[in-house]
Every structure is written in structure tokens, then in C-alpha cells.
T-cell receptor, first 113, second 114 residues
Framework: GDSVTQMEGPVTLSEEAFLTINCTYT??????LFWYVQYPGEGLQLLLK?????DKGSNKGFEATYRKETTSFHLEKGSVQVSDSAVYFC????????????FGKGTHLIIQP | KAGVTQTPRYLIKTRGQQVTLSCSPI?????VSWYQQTPGQGLQFLFE???????NKGNFPGRFSGRQFSNSRSEMNVSTLELGDSALYLC?????????????FGEGSRLTVL
């Protein structure tokens, strides 16, 4: 079945550091890929998405590129802020959504001032 | 506008009991999905409802069931509770169904089974 693998952390960085959170996936066909973020005390919210190979999703300074050849969708940000502290989930959806979203375990990101 | 609302936020039950959780989607959203989140398994898809019909179902036993009402509000029920059912149950709504749509999640209902 489909699966998503990401580092679980916690990942601790200093403010203004460069961020990479790795995400790789296994899926049949051509899935859509997502990054969701959960800020403290809030529900998960969509950060960005990509629906086909080589697509780049971007939002709030975060970017991720759909790499079919490496089955990856790594999340990057050039300069993180304390307000980026949250849990980040990589997810995929395939097969017309019949199995819902398949999530990674989540990466807890802590940004120190 | 109001987000996805889940009730109750916290509840404690004992083995063998049943529980019903409620989800009110964002106004205008017709699709509601349910997920179970545990430390070991992470987030797992339970089922999705659209226009009062179950469209998709995850790999969970028949003790887990749900329904959707004409106003798009949804409930999920777990019967004969087991210790392993302790989890955070998340509801998500979307305007429509299908891939690439954005899901809006509630804060969840945390169930503890003793």
C-alpha cells in the first residue's frame, strides 16, 4: 500500500536558519502530494501541494518540489522564524482519494530565537 | 468564518462501552472525512462522507461507523471500545470530494479508553 516516510524529530534550529524536512513516498500511479502544518493548539492546515511531477508548491516562504524520479517531496524554507515552530506532516493522495490521505508521522520543528 | 468544530474535545470511556463523536464542517462544505491519530500509527483514514453517503472507507473494523446528516454535520461511532481505540479523532471538511482538494481539520476529540 501507499506510505510516506519523514524524519520525526524534534528538529531544533535557530531563527533565520535554512530548513529542510525530508519526505519520501511509495505509491502506485501518480499521487498528489501535500504538506500540512499543525501549529500549537490548532487543527492541521494545508501548507502547500503539488499534483504532478516537477510541480513546485509554495506558501509562506516554504517550497517543495514533486520529484517523481526520487519519489520525494522535501519541504524547504530559506530563513525560519520562531512562528514556524509547529508539527509538519507530509501526505499523499492516490487512487481518486479512495483511501483518503496517507500521512507521514509528522516532524516536530522547534525554532529558537 | 467558523472552522471545523468537533465535540466533545475530551472524553473518557471504559472497555466495552460505545462512543459517539460529532463534527460540524465549515459552512458550505459538503464532504467530511475522519482520521484516527495515535503515537504508534500516526494519522490513519477512517472514512469519508459526501452528501450523506459514505464514499470511502479505510481499513478499520466494523465497530467504527459514521453517518452524515442533510446539513453536512457528521457523527462517528465506535462500539465495544477497546484499549487500542484510545486516540485523537480528527474530522476534516472540504467543499467537494476528489483528489487535490484542501482539507480543513478540526482540533480533534481525544478519547481515552480505560
Amino acid at each position: 500500500g501507499d506510505s510516506v516516510t519523514q524524519m520525526e524529530g524534534p528538529v531544533t534550529l535557530s531563527e533565520e536558519a535554512f530548513l529542510t524536512i525530508n519526505c519520501t513516498y511509495t505509491a502506485t500511479g501518480y499521487p498528489s502530494l501535500f504538506w500540512y502544518v499543525q501549529y500549537p493548539g490548532e487543527g492541521l492546515q494545508l501548507l502547500l501541494k503539488a499534483t504532478k511531477a516537477d510541480d513546485k508548491g509554495s506558501n509562506k516562504g516554504f517550497e517543495a518540489t514533486y520529484r517523481k524520479e526520487t519519489t520525494s517531496f522535501h519541504l524547504e524554507k530559506g530563513s525560519v522564524q520562531v512562528s514556524d515552530s509547529a508539527v509538519y506532516f507530509c501526505a499523499l493522495e492516490s487512487g481518486g482519494g479512495a483511501d483518503g490521505l496517507t500521512f507521514g508521522k509528522g516532524t516536530h520543528l522547534i525554532i529558537q530565537p | 468564518k467558523a472552522g471545523v468544530t468537533q465535540t466533545p474535545r475530551y472524553l473518557i470511556k471504559t472497555r466495552g462501552q460505545q462512543v459517539t463523536l460529532s463534527c460540524s464542517p465549515i459552512s458550505g462544505h459538503r464532504s467530511v472525512s475522519w482520521y484516527q491519530q495515535t503515537p504508534g500509527q500516526g494519522l490513519q483514514f477512517l472514512f469519508e462522507y459526501f452528501s450523506e453517503t459514505q464514499r470511502n472507507k479505510g481499513n478499520f473494523p466494523g465497530r467504527f461507523s459514521g453517518r452524515q446528516f442533510s446539513n453536512s454535520r457528521s457523527e462517528m461511532n465506535v462500539s465495544t471500545l477497546e484499549l487500542g481505540d484510545s486516540a485523537l479523532y480528527l474530522c476534516a471538511s472540504s467543499i467537494d470530494h476528489g483528489t487535490t482538494r484542501e482539507l480543513f481539520f478540526g482540533e480533534g476529540s481525544r478519547l481515552t479508553v480505560l
